[in-house]
């Protein structure tokens, strides 16, 4: 399997807090792996293990040029010894990125694909054009959430003890906060910020990925600014301003967006007076 190291929680002071009287503890999952960092540990370890039962020797995955899951993949496949390839949206762009060059580095074979065909990426016939060119492999969705990839996020959620009232994370594809309200007790409340413009789609998307219907989990769709990818001076001057108080980093594109959208969500009392509130550090940062 891929390394792990045990990760703490770290708790934040900050006015903010105590004028809410609140607590604020950061889960430092960012901290476990110094490659596969963050959720994508979790969302990758039980697929890896499917991967190596069904003896495939190859992983296949999707992103875009900046995807953490690439990056995160291919760093995993290296470490299991096994092949890669990442089909990649749009066009080469050389230099290559520090994403997509870290990707090569560790062995992965891109391939670009236009941003059209890439629509088709679930699709019978490309999958089958896929297994055409490159021959057998183990299919990861774009993003990494799959069934197997909740389960794992789910086996993560069940180690977090029970000192906290509410569980709080950056979701993408919703593929981790699924996992979360799946592994937690239903008295916790797990509240996820989605990165990207009109998240309330995931609310779907997640209850589909959850073992059980459940109704303590809430998204807050506020604090995309703007869009995925995108990072506002605003964004990233809190972002500078945390890792000055905190000493935390948090990256721009998923923690830095979901951590704005909390410590501001808070100041609107928002959270009852004496709530523990525990935020996963989904990683991100390389
Ligand atoms: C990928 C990623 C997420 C989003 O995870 P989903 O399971 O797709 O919601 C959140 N934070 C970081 C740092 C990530 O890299």
Redo the contacts with the bound molecule.
């Keep these: 399997m891929l390394s792990y190291s045990e990760t703490f929680v770290q708790e934040i002071h900050d006015p903010i807090l105590d004028q809410a009287g609140a607590r604020l503890l950061i889960k430092r999952e960012d901290l476990n792996h110094p490659l596969v960092s ?3 540990w979790w ?1 990758l370890k039980y697929n890896l293990m499917e991967a190596v039962k069904l003896r495939h020797h190859t992983l296949l995955t999707f992103g875009g040029a900046y995807s ?2 690439i990056y995160a993949t291919a760093a995993a496949a290296y470490e299991m010894g096994l092949k890669s390839i990442g089909i990649i949206r749009g066009e080469e762009t050389l230099p290559l990125n520090t994403t997509l060059s870290f990707a090569a580095s560790k062995g992965m074979r891109l391939h670009y694909v236009s941003r059209e065909s890439y629509r088709n990426k679930t699709a019978q016939p490309f999958i089958e054009n896929l297994h055409t060119q490159f021959g057998d492999f183990y299919l990861i969705p774009e ?3 799959n069934q197997l ?1 909740v389960k794992g996020v789910t086996a993560f959620a069940q180690t977090l003890g029970t000192d906290f009232n509410y569980l709080c ?9 699924a996992g979360l309200i799946n592994g937690v007790s239903p008295q916790k409340k797990v509240i996820g910020f989605p990165v990207l413009k009109g998240g309330q789609f995931l609310n779907e998307e997640i209850e589909k990925l959850l073992t059980s219907p459940r109704n303590n989990w809430q998204l807050i769709t506020d604090y995309h600014f703007g869009g995925y990818g995108k990072m506002p001076l605003k964004l990233i001057d809190f972002i500078r301003n945390f890792e000055l108080n905190h000493s935390i980093r948090l ?1 721009p ?3 830095g967006k979901a951590m704005f959208g909390l410590l501001h969500t808070i100041s609107m009392d928002f959270f009852p007076k004496g709530s523990a509130i525990l935020f996963l550090h ?3 940062l390389r």
């Design positions: 963050g959720n994508k969302k953490n899951h993003g990494g959430t990839a994370c950056a979701a993408g594809t919703g593929g981790t906060m990256d594109v998923y923690t989904t990683g991100g």
